[in-house]
């Protein structure tokens, strides 16, 4: 079982961790027009699910940021999906002042579908734990981070490298 600490605190997740070799779990979260988007919908390329717990954080705000300004050179066979519980509306507002186009925000708020499926719903915030999950095109997990403290930023290299790897 995963174990993560938020602000040093512990915090609980899901009995259910996501490995690599694993296929993609199942999950509905929302687009920014509140339209239903499962990992189905997701099928097809190369995809890099980079989750916090909120964009309203400058560590989470960061982490978009970074993930967006790498998408350029990553290709248009990988598309990368940002998921928070935040609601679409703030996430629609992000992108748009931060002019964050090269990523897909998508918000767990309604069902916490995401964060149960991949194990990351810290169940004392209702929030997600910061986590990168790599999926190849044939739906398989090849990388996985939890990243320990929920106010860290993830190890945006190894996460980077590892989309590059199926895109040789």
Not at 29 to 45: E, F, H, S
Not at 79 to 100: G, H, M, S
Not at 105 to 121: C, M, N, Q, W
Request: proline share 5%; glycine share 4%.
């Amino acid at each position: 079982m995963v174990q993560v600490t938020f602000h040093e605190n512990p915090v609980t997740l899901p009995n259910k961790e996501v490995k690599v070799g694993d296929q993609i779990p199942n999950f509905t979260v929302l687009d920014n027009d509140l339209n239903p988007v499962t990992a189905q919908d997701t099928a097809g390329k190369v995809r890099l699910f980079t989750v916090s717990p909120s964009l309203d954080t400058s560590v989470c705000s960061d982490q978009a940021k970074r993930f967006s300004e790498e998408a350029s050179s990553l290709g248009d066979e990988v598309a990368i999906y940002y998921v928070t519980c935040d609601l679409p509306f703030a996430q629609k507002r992000w992108v748009e002042v931060n002019e964050a186009k090269n990523l897909t925000t998508l918000s767990d708020h309604r069902d916490l579908s995401f964060g149960e499926a991949f194990g990351v719903t810290m169940q004392e915030l209702r929030l997600l734990a910061r986590s990168i999950f790599v999926v190849d095109e044939n739906d398989k997990v090849t990388y996985v981070e939890y990243v320990p403290e929920g106010t860290n930023h993830p190890d945006y290299d190894k996460a980077i490298e590892a989309v590059k790897e199926l895109t040789k």
